[in-house]
């Protein structure tokens, strides 16, 4: 079974910059989870969709940030503009999404984001 | 809120010796604690989770984790510790009810295993 993809694994923008980042998960999941890991910390949630649609995105910066999942597959999140602040890997995760919070979550790569 | 803490930032062993991973954990209920490891440069990997059930869960490269709830304690354990152990470890909890299943995670112990 194919794990998470991510591209691009690395991103070096200027500040004001934008940049997006792609996801694909595991075949048939249906939850999609896009975290961001500052150095020294753990993930934290940014957005969370289920199929297509949003279920949790209260802790994503609405003024530069948005993510989409088009045909509940594939999602990008972008970046626009960038600040300094926003350095850090970006995770994406996906899981089965069954109606229960025992689903495990499985992790891409990350894309590692340098803003200068 | 549900959260967890790991008191260590560092956790140094020698190789062949036992080795445990601390997390406690607050959350209002019967909580659901997993732990994933992290390797440079590569995203988290699952190792185990506690559910329900036997308070001793083994998971995935020797490694198993014991729920306690009277410590509010589910603390990462492998019996011999391997080199290639070295990497970050993080505890997550989920909540267990409500429609978002996001994992909240402690800030990281590293653990480093010297031969």
């Known amino acids: 079974e194919a794990g998470v993809a991510q591209s691009p694994r690395y991103k070096i923008i200027e500040k004001r910059q934008s940049v997006a980042f792609w996801c694909n998960p595991i075949?048939?999941?249906?939850?999609l989870y896009w975290y961001q890991q500052i150095l020294g910390q753990g993930p934290k949630l940014l957005i969370q969709?289920?199929?297509?649609?949003?279920?949790?995105d209260s802790q994503l910066p609405k003024d530069r940030f948005s993510a989409e999942r088009l045909k509940g597959v594939d999602s990008t999140l972008k970046i626009q503009p960038a600040k300094l602040e926003d350095s850090a890997v970006y995770l994406c995760a996906s899981s089965r999404g069954e109606a229960t919070s025992t689903d495990t979550q499985y992790f891409g790569p990350g894309t590692r984001l340098t803003v200068l | 809120a549900q959260s967890v803490a790991q008191p260590e930032d560092q956790v140094n062993v020698a190789e062949g010796n036992p080795l445990t991973v601390k997390c406690t954990y607050s959350v209002s209920g019967n909580p659901y604690l997993f732990w994933y490891v992290q390797y440079p440069n590569r995203g988290l990997q699952f190792l185990l989770k506690y559910i329900t059930g036997d308070n001793l869960v083994k998971g995935s490269y020797g490694f198993e984790a014991e729920f306690n709830k009277s410590q509010t304690s589910f603390h990462l354990k492998k019996p011999s510790a391997l080199v290639s152990d070295s990497a970050l470890y993080f505890c997550?909890?989920?909540?267990?009810?409500?429609?978002?299943?996001?994992?909240?995670f402690g800030k990281g112990t590293s653990l480093l295993v010297t031969p």
């Open positions: 075949s048939g999941h249906a939850t």
């Open positions: 997550a909890v989920r909540p267990i009810s409500g429609s978002g299943y996001a994992l909240n």
């Open positions: 969709f289920q199929n297509n649609g949003v279920v949790d």
